[in-house]
């Protein structure tokens, strides 16, 4: 009677068809990761401009902090917020970073939370560059 199973061979063409599969799996993965990071930065970027635009329309100015679009600044009569609930961060639990140079710019310096970067260290602003 003969006996039945698998070679070593078959079991190991089985276990390098799933390390291969395995490994595809997870580049994309890590791939959708990145892509969904970066995209929920643009989301809290868009959110604070809407706030900062609100805060122009009722204050007659922009604000000087992002502290001011959550709480009543000192001098402003026509202040109708909160605009925010929160200080936004970033993915990465940072403070995103705020400017007032006329016109505010808003920053994520992504996840090495340095200036300058490429792919998920890559700094974005608002207004974009």
Known sequence: MARRGFTLVELMVVIAIIGLLASI?????????????????RVDLRGIEDAA???KVHAGRWPASLDELRARPGGVRRWNG??????PEDPWGRPYAYE???RPRITCYGADGAPGGEGEAADLSWPAD
């Open 82 to 87: 909160p605009y925010l609930s929160a200080t």
């Open 53 to 55: 635009i609100l805060f």
């Open 25 to 41: 799996v997870t580049v994309s993965v890590i791939e959708q990761v990145e892509g969904a990071t970066q995209e929920k930065v």
């Open 100 to 102: 007032l140079r006329g």
